[in-house]
């Protein structure tokens, strides 16, 4: 498949996950996905954190959340995405979970540091703080993958 069909349900997944899935017409798949984001959603109160978050009130969006859930949601968010982008075609490109993997452990401590990440003296709070690790995880992962597969036409020009 298309380059603009694995980027379209990665965007879609963006949106919310699962919708990556029934763009990939993979409906049992999709609903699985809308279900658990919408459990961890409500039960992390993550809607409720996302309107001070967006105030810039750190403090009272990571006091609105459950952090027993709230710590799933960054791997459920970036396996959805890297699923539907596997589906869409990426499963033929070569290591193309390392960005979505490393993007989820580094969003994950994204969480984690919520309450004490700030930037310029500003708590960042448990909705920005996840999503800058992320991007930074982002750009980890491609390096790791560049990496790895330079590593691997090294080792096959070795041979």
């Given amino acids: 498949m298309s380059k603009?069909?694995?980027?379209?349900?990665?965007?879609?997944?963006?949106?919310f996950p699962g919708f990556g899935q029934f763009l990939n017409q993979k409906f049992l798949k999709g609903v699985f996905?809308?279900?658990?984001e919408?459990?961890?959603?409500?039960?992390?109160?993550?809607n409720l954190a996302i309107i001070p978050s967006f105030y810039g009130n750190g403090h009272t969006a990571n006091d609105t959340v459950n952090y027993q859930w709230i710590m799933f949601y960054p791997c459920v968010y970036l396996f959805s995405m890297y699923d539907a982008?596997?589906?869409?075609?990426?499963k033929h490109v070569k290591y193309s979970f390392i960005p979505?993997?490393?993007?989820?452990?580094?969003?994950?401590?994204?969480?984690?540091?919520?309450?004490?990440?700030?930037l310029f003296d500003h708590v960042l709070g448990v909705i920005w703080s996840p999503i800058?690790?992320?991007?930074v995880g982002l750009g980890i992962g491609l390096l790791i993958r560049s990496i790895v597969l330079s590593l691997g036409k090294h080792d096959s020009k070795v041979s």
Avoid at 4 to 15: D, F, G, Q, T, Y
Avoid at 85 to 90: F, H, L, M, Q
Avoid at 110 to 118: A, D, L, M, N, P
Avoid at 132 to 135: D, R, S, T, V
């Fill in 33 to 36: 996905f809308v279900l658990l």
């Fill in 132 to 135: 800058l690790f992320h991007l």
């Fill in 4 to 15: 603009e069909k694995r980027v379209e349900a990665i965007l879609w997944s963006i949106a």
């Fill in 85 to 90: 982008y596997r589906d869409a075609g990426g």
């Fill in 100 to 118: 979505f993997a490393v993007s989820a452990y580094i969003g994950t401590i994204g969480v984690i540091y919520s309450r004490s990440f700030q």
């Fill in 38 to 46: 919408f459990t961890i959603n409500v039960q992390a109160k993550l």
